[in-house]
Structure formats: structure tokens, C-alpha cells
């Protein structure tokens, strides 16, 4: 498996004296699924809960490989990056 992709969004909606919107922030791992250790979603679902993760979600890439988008709130990506010592 290779992670390819690690996005991360901040932002803010609204001005001074609008109602603040409600929002999460949340991180997403792109993770490739394919070559001699692809796995079954509900093998990356058990790995992503250990690791942290909200959802894993199937799908392809941009290049149409088979992958899986790994959902995480930001706090849990972020300390899940330290803990594997890749921040």
C-alpha cells in the first residue's frame, strides 16, 4: 500500500455579526490500493479505526487505481502523523 496524498483544509466562513456556521475540520488520507498488498475495505476499516479514523471510504484515484479515502477529525490525523513520526 503507498499513501500518496495528505490534505488539509482551514478556513473561515462569515464576517463580523453573521451567524458562525458549525463546521469540522477534518483531514483525509488517499491511500492506494493496489500491488501485492492490496486489501479488502473492511481489513483498511479495522486499520483506520486503530489509527484513528472516522471512515474509510472505496473508490479510484485520479490515475483510476483502486483506493480508499481515509476520513479522520484533524486532531486524530495530526497526532496519528506524529505517532508514525512522518510530521
Known amino acids: 500500500m503507498e499513501i500518496f496524498a495528505v490534505c488539509v483544509c482551514r478556513g473561515s466562513i462569515g464576517e463580523s ?3 458562525k456556521p458549525s463546521f469540522d475540520f477534518k483531514g ?3 491511500v492506494c490500493n493496489n500491488g501485492d498488498k492490496s486489501m ?3 481489513e483498511a476499516l ?3 479505526i486503530e489509527a484513528g479514523a472516522e471512515d474509510v471510504l472505496e473508490g ?3 490515475e483510476d ?3 480508499f479515502r481515509v476520513i479522520f477529525h484533524i ?3 495530526l497526532l496519528s502523523l506524529r505517532m508514525a513520526k512522518l510530521i
Open 75 to 77: 486532531s486524530e490525523l
Open 60 to 62: 479510484f484515484d485520479d
Open 17 to 19: 455579526g453573521t451567524a
Open 28 to 30: 483525509v488520507v488517499y
Open 40 to 42: 479488502s475495505k473492511d
Open 46 to 48: 479495522e486499520k483506520a
Open 65 to 67: 487505481r483502486p483506493s
